[in-house]
Antibody, heavy 120, light 107 residues
């Protein structure tokens, strides 16, 4: 079945970087964008950006530009999100999500989430 | 583009819950709704204003007109208690935008 599976929880110091992976299975990895959405504790969902796994093209929310990068490895059907210069308010669960078949901008497949804790 | 949701909605079991999502001319956009229970990833429950993915009960329905989109949950059950988020694609910035979320409490 279609699924995306994320890497495990991370604890980082302020100023460090974190790289979260998202491995896809059950569909053609290069056929769908991968989006990244985060959720701070007790807060709502926040879109960070997306990557086109076929071309590597990326598009980021302005808030994260300069601090985020998104890459992929098509040989292992995996997308990555790296956030640098971490701050305490980057503590959140980070999700990868795949849009539905047909080109709509709704997300029918989500990873299980990766908790990133930024603490000194 | 900003989407505005009420922070909370409360309803008794068996009654109807309506969760709104306000945005400038949101009726011209395609609105999607997600249900999120504690410790879980969001689950798509309504897409493209009013369509339901397979497995989502007909009790959940969506509508969208003017400046307000609405998720309606009929015959509310205890299992509907969750946070609900609306989402649209902001074509001007090419961003995905989420509403702030609404906590549905079943009394």
């Amino acid at each position: 079945q279609v699924q995306v599976v994320q890497s495990g929880a991370e604890v980082k110091r302020p100023g460090a970087s974190v790289k979260v992976s998202c491995q896809a299975s059950g569909y053609t990895f290069t056929g769908y964008n991968i989006h990244w959405v985060r959720q701070a504790p007790g807060q709502g969902l926040e879109w960070m950006g997306r990557i086109n796994p076929k071309t590597g093209d990326t598009h980021f929310a302005q808030k994260f530009q300069g601090r985020v990068s998104m890459t992929r490895d098509t040989s292992i059907n995996t997308a990555y999100m790296e956030l640098s210069r971490l701050r305490s308010d980057d503590t959140a669960v980070y999700y990868c999500a795949r849009p539905a078949l047909g080109g709509g901008d709704w997300f029918d497949t989500w990873g299980q989430g990766t908790l990133v804790t930024v603490s000194s | 583009y900003v989407l505005t949701q009420p922070p909370s909605v409360s309803v008794a079991p068996g009654q109807t819950a309506r969760i709104t999502c306000g945005g400038d001319d949101i009726g011209s956009k395609s609105v999607n709704w997600y249900q999120q229970k504690p410790g879980q990833a969001p689950l798509l429950v309504v897409y493209d204003d009013r369509d339901r993915p397979s497995g989502i009960p007909e009790r959940l329905s969506g509508s969208n007109s003017g400046n307000t989109a609405t998720l309606t949950i009929s015959r509310v059950e205890d299992g509907d208690e969750a946070d609900y988020y609306c989402q649209v694609w902001d074509s001007y910035n090419d961003y995905e935008v989420f509403g702030g979320g609404t906590k549905l409490t079943v009394l």
